[in-house]
């Protein structure tokens, strides 16, 4: 088992930068593809960003290009998801998610085995 736990979250003008945490407990993640996901309002949980297990693999959908970057932190057990250039657009609450050994098809939320509790961000104008 492993638990997901998200941070950093909360509110930043349009702009502004944001970094949001995923603390994984109960197993290494060193072994595990983690993913960045986010759901706005009335809106289906959409993909932003996630990093291949082996590290090697980043990747991010098109709207967050060049303003975001995921990271991992093998010896920390941690993902993070650092947001810059925010517009109103991106607000929504952003989700980790881990997926042993994935070797592909990142952006798919299905198969994502274990998934956190969620962070708010929200960009105002």
């Known amino acids: 088992q492993v638990q997901l736990v998200e941070s950093g979250g909360g509110l930043v003008q349009a702009g502004g930068s944001l970094r949001v945490s995923c603390a994984a407990s109960?197993?290494?993640?060193?072994?595990?593809?983690m993913g960045w996901f986010r759901q706005a309002p009335g809106k289906e949980r959409e993909f932003v960003a996630a990093?291949?297990?082996?590290?090697?693999?980043?990747t991010y959908t098109d709207s967050v290009k060049g303003r975001f970057t995921i990271s991992r932190d093998s010896a920390k057990n941690t993902v993070a998801l650092q947001m810059n250039s925010l517009k109103p657009e991106d607000t929504a609450v952003y989700y980790c998610?881990?997926?042993?050994?994935?070797?592909?098809?990142?952006?798919?939320?299905?198969?994502?085995?274990?998934w956190g509790q969620g962070t708010q961000v929200t960009v105002s104008s």
């Open positions: 990093i291949s297990w082996t590290g090697g693999v980043t």
């Open positions: 998610a881990a997926d042993r050994y994935r070797s592909g098809s990142y952006h798919l939320a299905q198969g994502y085995e274990y």
């Open positions: 109960g197993r290494t993640v060193g072994s595990y593809t």
